[in-house]
């Protein structure tokens, strides 16, 4: 026998869930739980692996997930989400999980990992493809196309629901700008004339039309809204939410084509607060109706799905100095989602970066490898009360390979050394380069 086999045989049986108190752990068990993990029982390069580290899914959570660049937040990202299509699918129906995929690095979730086998097999586990929705901006599918992501569908927001300070915000204007008085004016005033159905091109005719703004401010916004016309996603009709947020789907929101230039960077950040702002709406008008429910007749149901949200490199949208026009939206979903069923998981290099309130509101947090200073004392303020010496210890026992983690759990009050597990699905965030032009 070699030592791989080995290694697979020795693993414990032992399990423990993570995200829940004690209470729930004995009520529950291991139900409504995913595999994130091992316990990591040895220093160096290859530890001894102990105990399986299940996480609970079943209940809303606000989870960090930070590191340096490359060791591994999006790859653990990837195994919850995988998690969650493994399921019992009674559970699986009444979650839908939405993924804000920056990078464009997700949609390989559909193809199973056809790369790790023998690691896979280490761990006793298979390769496995995870049934996953990738979406992407309607006028961009050829982008997408080109570049060998397979679109399942693809979603607009409706020109609208973005009131006058989102276009700002979207151009990136603000109340001194002659442009950002106009937009707002604009889009404002043909609200009141056509209600609700109107596009681009009716904006830019009304644009047109305010004499008392000088030809070059019309001129300059008019240019600003034909390119919002070429980024494919503002249109007179909108993707709805219950269509994106699908009891037992994953849904991948690929907003990766708005990476490739700064004046793009503003269209993600009002996908991802119109999204979150919609969610968050109509989880409440919905956990309104689960209670009643609950009266009148015992059970919890609602057609609306507890909604986890994923968002990697999410220093972008909630920094914590500067705008961002998703900011407020977040921190509404940090402080008070997890009472009308909302989670977020969200991935930083950055902990430092990112805004203290995400900090202090999350209560399971997973950190790979951190060196810089300032992002381990960002940490350090979490500074649970059930440590026995002080984070910046535990960092240096982090092993250095990929996937080793450090997390805290606020729910058990445990703190855990864990090696990550291998992903079921492709890992394309190695590979993506290959797909690029
Ligand atoms: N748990 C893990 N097991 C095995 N390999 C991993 C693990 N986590 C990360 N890796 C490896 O490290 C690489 C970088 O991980 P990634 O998640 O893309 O980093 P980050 O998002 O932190 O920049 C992955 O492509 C993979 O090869
Ligand atoms: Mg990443």
């Not at 026995?388 to 729910?411: C, H, M």
Request: hydrophobic letters at 40%.
């Amino acid at each position: 026998m070699d030592n791989r086999n080995a290694a697979t045989t020795s693993f414990q049986e032992e399990e423990s869930v993570i995200g829940r108190s004690l209470s729930e752990r004995e009520r529950y068990g291991k139900e409504g739980t995913g595999y994130l993990g091992r316990v990591v029982l040895s220093k160096g390069e290859r530890p001894v692996l102990g105990r399986k580290i299940l996480i609970d899914l079943a209940k809303p959570h606000m989870i960090l997930i930070c590191g340096k660049r490359g060791y591994g937040k999006s790859y653990t990202m990837a195994v919850l989400i995988e998690e969650f299509a493994r399921l019992p699918v009674a559970l699986q129906n009444r979650i839908a999980v939405i993924v804000i995929d920056t990078v464009g690095i997700f949609w390989s979730l559909k193809t199973p990992n056809k790369f790790e086998t023998n690691i896979l097999q280490e761990w006793g586990l298979k390769a496995e493809a995870t049934n996953a929705r990738v979406l992407v901006p309607q006028g961009l599918l050829t982008f997408y196309k080109d570049r060998g992501i397979p679109a399942d569908g693809t979603f607009t927001i409706k020109a609208s629901e973005l009131t006058g300070t989102e276009w700002m915000a979207l151009f990136k204007l603000t109340w001194k700008d002659p442009e950002g008085i106009l937009i707002h004016r604009a889009v404002e005033d043909l609200k009141e004339k056509l209600g609700t159905y109107f596009g681009i091109d009716e904006i830019i005719s009304a644009v047109e039309n305010y004499k008392e703004f000088d030809f070059n401010t019309r001129q300059a916004l008019v240019n600003r809204l034909k390119m919002a016309k070429s980024w494919g996603v503002i249109e007179k009709t909108g993707t709805k939410t219950k269509d994106i947020a699908r009891a037992g789907s994953i849904t991948i929101i690929d907003v990766s084509a708005y990476r490739q230039s700064i004046e793009m960077e503003g269209v993600r950040d009002v996908i991802v607060a119109l999204l979150g702002k919609r969610l968050f709406e109509e989880r409440m008008l919905y956990r309104k109706e689960e209670e009643a429910k609950l009266m009148t007749e015992n059970v919890r149901t609602s057609e609306m799905p507890l909604v986890w949200l994923f968002i990697d490199e999410a220093h972008i949208f909630m920094p914590k100095s500067g705008k961002n026009i998703a900011l407020s939206v977040l921190l509404e979903w940090a402080r008070v989602g997890r009472q009308p069923g909302l989670s977020l998981v969200l991935a930083t290099q950055m902990p430092e970066r990112l805004h203290t309130d995400f900090l202090s509101q999350c209560d399971i947090f997973i950190s790979h490898r951190l060196t810089a200073g300032p992002d381990i004392d960002a940490v350090g303020t979490l500074r649970p009360t059930y440590l026995y010496q002080s984070i910046e210890k535990y960092y240096a026992d982090i092993p250095t390979g990929k996937g080793f983690a450090i997390v805290l759990d606020d729910n058990s009050e445990k703190l855990w050394m864990i090696r990550v597990r291998p992903r079921l699905s492709w890992d394309a965030g190695t590979t993506a380069s290959a797909f690029r032009k």
